[in-house]
RNA sequence: GUGGCCGUAGCUCAGAUGGUUAGAGCGCCAGGUUGUGGCCCUGGAGGUCGGGGGUUCAAGUCCCCUCGGUCACCCCA
């Protein structure tokens, strides 16, 4: 029997990986709601006609890059290809009071030859702010993002930025960008030699030496914008700057979705050797609410793609791989009654415990608790039982030193808390919640 | 969707020009130490050599197909 596997694309996050995934997670909703953004939960599948009409029906995501399905009602739906459009969605259903920040954690699907940083089914947090045209959202958002990467440790990342124009601007520039591209058309890549007829903007983002050349001397979008395009993208730069968020204005940097209007950004991880190095990006989608038949209401939002940002983190060393599956350990030699009760009473008091299973060796067990990464094992064998006391280990102890005592059975969870301070452990448990998740507390965080 | 490279144990990998029962390190299990983890020693389990077909007396090794992985293009997080 063939061994059953993730499809092709796709992958398994287990321990200790998830670990870091925990801790992403769990910095980003924190930064999200400090930043009055609420958590929001939409569904993965969708009418397709949301992303045909939100992300542009002629985009690659949506024409050749979407998870299809039909349901046994003959609805036409689709795994979300990105995240932006279904919460925008969600605002138009339910219309809730302006502004309106959200946040979201979800995986994202797109059917592309996987390789790294890229895959089928990949994962972003990301953030959408809805109501105010003013320039100061702009900052606020992009300065969420980068903030949350400075938390996790990451600082080789470049902000790019961009203005995409509006509907007044934008058409003028694109028609002007295509008779300067007609008059050079023999000097572009081949594979835009022709398709820049269709879209024009795309050749600014082409890597071919040939493309570069042809449009070093290409009109750049932020000198067609209109005055308050203009003005609006000036806001935004000056309060980066403002705010010490260091950043670059890139002519050139398209993105691949039609809403977006004015700001655009991206966030690229200097330190990754891929050519996937865009760990996070957005901008403003000023026409989207209403294309979703929504009243007329800006926008303006970020992803991060988690798979990246990890990638990222990776490439900087920003975690310690040190995982403890337990702080103390159980061993029990008298059949487990001792173990059920000493792990049933830790946990109830909040320590993280772990124990043997399968009546085991003392040596097995012991290698066990080793392996467990806990700092305390707890044994029980029929001399302590008798004596109604329980032997408390120091596993982190020198080698060879075996410092070990015996205390009364009552006694076993202050025996534990004050050997806790000797083993270095404090502070492991006893701050329940997210932010002690895998023990990951402090690292990579200068 | 196009192209390059790669698939041998749970993991990392050896296995010249085809030739006996396919190996190592790590990990796992057990014992050495009948109540003590880490270091060490000994032993053990674990492989349809990704799958299918072909060439051959003989295929992990050569050929074809296929699946999977990986990297690049494309696109994006």
Known sequence: MEAMRAPSGTHDVLWPDSRRWEHVLARFSAAARIAGFGLAITPLIEDVRLFQRGIGQFSDVVSKEMYELTDRGGRRLALRPEGTAPVVRAFVQHRPALPWKAWYATPAFRYERPQAGRYRQHHQVGVEALGTPDPDL??????????????????????????MGCATCRPAYVEALRSYLASRADTLCPEHTTSFQASPLRVLDC????????????????????????????????????????HRIEPRLVRGFDYYTRTTFEFVGLALDSAQNAVGGGGRYDGLV????????????????????????????????????????????????????LVGELRAAGVPTARAYDQRSMKAQLKAADRSGAAIALIVGPQEEAAGAVAIRNLRSPRGSGEQDRVARENVLPAILEMAGTAGIVGLWGTAGVESVGGLDGEGVP
Do not use: W
Not at 138 to 163: K, M, P, R
Not at 221 to 235: G, K, N, T, V
Not at 321 to 340: K, M, S
């Open 138 to 163: 702009d900052v606020e958002v992009i300065a969420l993002a980068s903030g949350f990467y400075g938390e996790l440790g990451l600082h080789e990342v470049e902000l790019i930025c961009n203005s």
């Open 290 to 341: 209403e294309a979703l038949g929504g009243p007329p209401t800006p926008g303006i939002g970020f992803g991060i793609g988690i798979e990246r940002l990890l990638l990222a983190c990776d490439a900087e060393g920003c975690f310690q791989q040190d995982a403890t599956q337990a702080d103390v350990f159980v061993v029990d030699l008298v059949g487990g009654h001792a173990a059920r009760s």
């Open 207 to 246: 890597k071919t030496e040939a493309c570069r050349m042809a449009t070093d001397a290409a009109p750049r979008l932020i000198d067609h914008l209109c005055q308050d395009c203009s003005a609006h993208f000036e806001r935004v730069c000056s309060g980066l700057d403002e705010q010490g968020i260091a």
